[in-house]
Structures are given as structure tokens and as C-alpha cells.
């Protein structure tokens, strides 16, 4: 069965500094791995995915994250981060062997960037 | 990118009675459509999966019944929650698939409340 798991209900960091936002995931198959970003209130915006090739992934908003097969992680990173970055931010998968396309989140990530 | 859009984006409802949500993809056809809830400070858990002209799946748990999802055309499909009781306010998001590269395109969310 697929799984992910976030293992940190909340991140805290200081503008300007490294954020890094963890994620580990189990499927079956070949994995398909996203990153999204909600604001209170809002629906979900795409960061970035990981679907096959380099395993570091570039995304939206300077957001980059790194696929590591052996560890089967796909952490979210920021070289500095911004206070406007302060929201929730979920990990999801789907197996690539899955014809119903189904997205597995994680629990979430609730990043907290103080000024 | 592909942008969807739900109506209402609140709704506040009367114990009993029957709340329809829209989910639209407004510049690509989605062939597959899912609907998920989400609880305050909690994932987002899928409810169903509905390919256009035909029947939903539904996650287990979630009740058919009271769930209604209609998927007629390739752009709209709708949520129907029949008899709404207050155990049923939530956060309501819906994605739609494209058939390539099968990625999901979230919508802004439906906040219902039921009194």
C-alpha cells in the first residue's frame, strides 16, 4: 500500500535562513512525488514533482526538493526563506503501477518563518 | 497552467437539507475528477474518484448515498451532500486530471457549514 509520512507537524525557521521540509514516502511501484503549498482557506498550489530523471527537482517560488531512492525521502528545501513562505505544505504520491491515479497526502507541514 | 474553480466557495446550510458544490476545469478537459475532504488541521483525505459518464468510486467509508457525484461533461463535475448534518461541515476540494501528463489541478476549496 502506498504511504507517506511527514514526520514534522510544524517547522520553524528564521527569515533568511534554510528551510527544510521532510518527507518520506512507500509505494509499490515507481514513484510519482509532489510537493503543494495551502494557505488558510485556500485550495492546494503546486510546488513541483518528482516523476523520473534528475533526482534534484526544481519548483515554484525557489522551492527545490531532492528525490533519494535509497533513503525513499523527497524533502522540500529553500535556500533562504521568506516570512510570505509561512503556510501549510504537503507531501503526496502516487504509484506509478496505480491506474487510478490516486495521490496519497502526508499529514502536513505546518512552516512557521518568523521575520 | 490548468486552472479549476469550484462554486460556492462558502456555503452555510440548514441541518436536513441538500448543499451541490461545482467543480470546473475552465481550460482543460478532465476526463477524471477526484473529491476530497478536509478536516481542520488535518491531510486531505480522497472521498471519491468519477470518470466522466460514469459511475464514482468511492474510498471506503465515504457513503454513496449521501455523497452524490454527477461527472457529465469533461469540464463540470458535482458534489452533492444530501441530508447535510453538522458532522458533515467541512472543507471541500476537488482536482481534475488531465489525461496527459495525469497530473491533478486543485480547486480552491468549498467551506460548508451545516447548522
Known amino acids: 500500500a502506498q504511504s507517506v509520512a511527514q514526520p514534522e507537524d510544524q517547522v520553524n525557521v528564521a527569515e533568511g535562513n534554510p528551510l527544510t521540509v521532510k518527507c518520506t514516502y512507500s509505494?509499490?511501484?515507481?514513484?510519482?512525488l509532489f510537493w503543494y503549498v495551502q494557505y488558510p482557506n485556500r485550495g492546494l498550489q503546486f510546488l513541483l514533482k518528482?516523476?523520473?530523471?534528475?533526482?534534484l527537482v526544481k519548483g515554484s517560488y525557489g522551492f527545490e526538493a531532492e528525490f533519494n531512492k535509497s533513503q525513499t525521502s523527497f524533502h522540500l528545501k529553500k535556500p533562504s526563506a521568506l516570512v510570505s513562505d509561512s503556510a501549510l505544505y504537503f507531501c503526496?504520491?502516487?504509484?506509478?503501477?496505480?491506474?487510478?491515479?490516486?495521490?496519497?497526502f502526508g499529514s502536513g507541514t505546518r512552516l512557521l518563518v518568523r521575520p | 497552467g490548468a486552472v479549476v474553480s469550484q462554486h460556492p466557495s462558502r456555503v452555510i446550510c440548514k441541518s436536513g437539507t441538500s448543499v451541490k458544490i461545482e467543480c470546473r476545469s475552465l481550460?482543460?478537459?478532465?476526463?477524471?475528477m477526484f473529491w476530497y475532504r478536509q478536516f481542520p488541521k488535518q491531510s486531505l483525505m480522497l472521498m471519491a474518484t468519477?470518470?466522466?459518464?460514469?459511475?464514482?468510486?468511492?474510498e471506503q467509508g465515504v457513503e454513496k448515498d449521501k455523497f452524490l457525484i454527477n461527472h457529465a461533461s469533461l469540464t463540470l463535475s458535482t458534489l452533492t451532500v444530501t441530508s447535510a448534518h453538522p458532522e458533515d461541515s467541512s472543507f471541500y476540494i476537488c482536482s481534475g486530471q488531465s489525461d496527459t501528463p495525469y497530473e491533478q489541478y486543485f480547486g480552491p476549496g468549498t467551506r460548508l457549514t451545516v447548522t
Open positions: 509505494v509499490s511501484g515507481n514513484p510519482y
Open positions: 468519477s470518470n466522466e459518464g460514469s459511475k464514482a468510486t468511492y
Open positions: 518528482y516523476i523520473t530523471g534528475d533526482n
Open positions: 481550460d482543460f478537459q478532465a476526463t477524471t
Open positions: 503526496a504520491v502516487r504509484d506509478g503501477a496505480d491506474s487510478s491515479y490516486k495521490l496519497i
